[in-house]
């Protein structure tokens, strides 16, 4: 009888894995996945971005083994690279499972830091407000240093035509969804100053979206001045609108200038916490539905 060559014989059944084969094979995808969420941390940590030789070096991985990892995590959009510098920064991806947990109340989380410090370099009350509706909602409030602060809670809904914080997520609205809010919202006066010529508040809402900060000029309460700006999140659209108001006497032209760019700032800043791509919240409003 003739015997098989080695390429004829049938091919032997391949032994299935051990138990201590399968246990290694879990402590391997177990430490893969330590250490891309490490190096997601770092990256995470560094707003100017972090390179391949500073992320191994601080974490004490092969440069090739951080290079794999760093370039699946690109693929997948968790992690993207600066084209000039070539350094690495978080993704869209990221920023979008984040932006999946974020309601209100993470939202007014993230806020309040940032209106404590706006509070604390201004002396006013600090606000953060989002779209209910027709209307405004204040999500978050920290009190001020000067006297006679507003004593408004959190929770109250304001209507948007005649406050900055409304006003800014107004300008927000793409054209059509301004012109269906003008036409299903009466505008009410509550004071002298109040806006309820639509053609008006149309130019006012022009000159917002250019400028990219608001002013209340006693348009709800007599007394009471306001300055908001717009707060962007990671795609660049405008999620909430943060703000101060005081009374009216305390905001003299030079005070609202210089409160002015305070504002500007903590939108800045609120609007990095998250995730906005562009440095300055108030570059140019990206519309909202």
Avoid at 87 to 95: E, H, K, S, T
Avoid at 150 to 159: D, F, Q, Y
Avoid at 247 to 270: D, G, K, N, Q, Y
Wanted: hydrophobic fraction near 40%.
């Amino acid at each position: 009888m003739r015997k098989l060559a080695p390429s004829e014989q049938p091919p032997t059944p391949s032994a299935a894995p051990t138990a201590e084969e399968e246990a290694r094979a879990e402590r391997g995808g177990i430490q893969s996945i330590e250490r891309a969420f490490a190096i997601l941390e770092e990256i995470a940590r560094h707003r100017e971005g972090a390179s391949l030789a500073e992320i191994s070096r601080r974490l004490g991985l092969h440069s090739s083994t951080t290079f794999h990892l760093v370039q699946t995590m690109v693929a997948l959009g968790y992690v993207r690279q600066l084209r000039e510098s070539k350094r690495y920064r978080p993704g869209r991806a990221l920023f979008a499972l984040a932006g999946a947990c974020l309601d209100e109340i993470e939202l007014a989380r993230l806020a309040v830091p940032v209106l404590e410090a706006l509070s604390a370099a201004t002396g006013e009350t600090g606000h953060f407000a989002v779209r209910s509706g027709m209307n405004i909602l204040v999500i978050a409030k920290t009190p001020g240093s000067g006297a006679f602060q507003l004593a408004e809670r959190v929770g109250v809904v304001r209507p948007a035509h005649c406050t900055a914080l409304g006003k800014v997520l107004l300008a927000a609205l793409r054209p059509e969804a301004f012109a269906r809010y003008l036409s299903q919202t009466e505008l009410v006066r509550f004071t002298p100053k109040t806006i309820t010529d639509p053609e008006l508040l149309r130019q006012e809402i022009a000159r917002i979206r250019h400028d990219g900060i608001a002013f209340d000029d006693g348009e709800l309460e007599p007394e009471l001045r306001c300055i908001a700006a717009p707060v962007q999140d990671f795609t660049g659209t405008t999620i909430g609108a943060i703000g101060i108001s005081g009374p009216l006497w305390r905001f003299s032209l030079p005070v609202i200038a210089r409160h002015t760019e305070a504002v500007r700032e903590a939108a800045r800043r609120l609007s990095e916490e998250l995730g906005a791509s562009q440095p300055d919240a108030d570059d140019r409003l990206r519309t909202a539905r």
